[in-house]
T-cell receptor, first 112, second 115 residues
Framework: SQQGEEDPQALSIQEGENATMNCSYK?????LQWYRQNSGRGLVHLILIRSNEREKHSGRLRVTLDTSKKSSSLLITASRAADTASYFCATDGIQGAQKLVFGQGTRLTINP | EPEVTQTPSHQVTQMGQEVILRCVPISNHLYFYWYRQILGQKVEFLVS????????KSEIFDDQFSVERPDGSNFTLKIRSTKLEDSAMYFCASTGHQGGSGELFFGEGSRLTVL
């Protein structure tokens, strides 16, 4: 299975702190993506990192990818209450897979 | 900004009834997907669709499920005889990129409750 597994399952921090979420996957990938889901809403794409990239930034987001360990991390710096959401990693597969496979997600709560 | 729209937002049905969930993908996208999410759990792949045919489907997508693109805009998911365990949020997604090579654009979902 290509399924990503996020860690931790839930994270609660104070506003202004940094939040780090991890994702592990099982098979080779072309790219890994992170999505955000507000409660009861659809998923929104945050960032895509390709297998030949090691780090990528987008605003307050920093994503790393270690293909040797089959893992990725998402760092949100200077967290805000509005960052409260679930965060999912998703992987494709090099074998011509026609889909993204999502992990279990990390539920992030930012306390004001 | 273009978006994926889904209807209905919430449907309640009796076990054994047929349900059709509708989606309007982004107009120039070519690849379409249905995912589902049981409350509080992971987002599960159901089916991908390209060039008017299913390109991949999961074990969940059994004979009770079907998809259709009846015209140039709509993409539907039909559940022929609903079961209690079909209760979930169903998300439609589309992309202009093959497979998982690009960003998926998701709709807001259709919540299905089977009684």
């Amino acid at each position: 299975s290509q399924q990503g597994e996020e860690d931790p399952q839930a994270l609660s921090i104070q506003e202004g702190e940094n939040a780090t979420m991890n994702c592990s996957y099982k098979t080779s990938i072309n790219n890994l993506q992170w999505y955000r889901q507000n409660s009861g809403r659809g998923l929104v794409h945050l960032i895509l990192i390709r297998s030949n990239e090691r780090e990528k930034h987008s605003g307050r987001l920093r994503v790393t990818l270690d293909t040797s360990k089959k893992s990725s991390s998402l760092l949100i710096t200077a967290s805000r209450a509005a960052d409260t959401a679930s965060y999912f990693c998703a992987t494709d597969g090099i074998q011509g897979a026609q889909k993204l496979v999502f992990g279990q997600g990390t539920r992030l709560t930012i306390n004001p | 900004e273009p978006e994926v729209t889904q209807t209905p937002s919430h449907q309640v049905t009796q076990m054994g009834q047929e349900v059709i969930l509708r989606c309007v993908p982004i107009s120039n996208h070519l690849y379409f997907y249905w995912y589902r999410q049981i409350l509080g759990q992971k987002v599960e792949f159901l089916v991908s669709f390209y060039n008017n045919e299913i390109s991949e489907k999961s074990e969940i997508f059994d004979d009770q499920f079907s998809v259709e693109r009846p015209d140039g805009s709509n993409f539907t998911l039909k559940i022929r005889s609903t079961k209690l365990e079909d209760s979930a949020m169903y998300f439609c997604a589309s992309t202009g990129h093959q497979g998982g090579s690009g960003e998926l654009f998701f709709g807001e979902g259709s919540r299905l409750t089977v009684l």
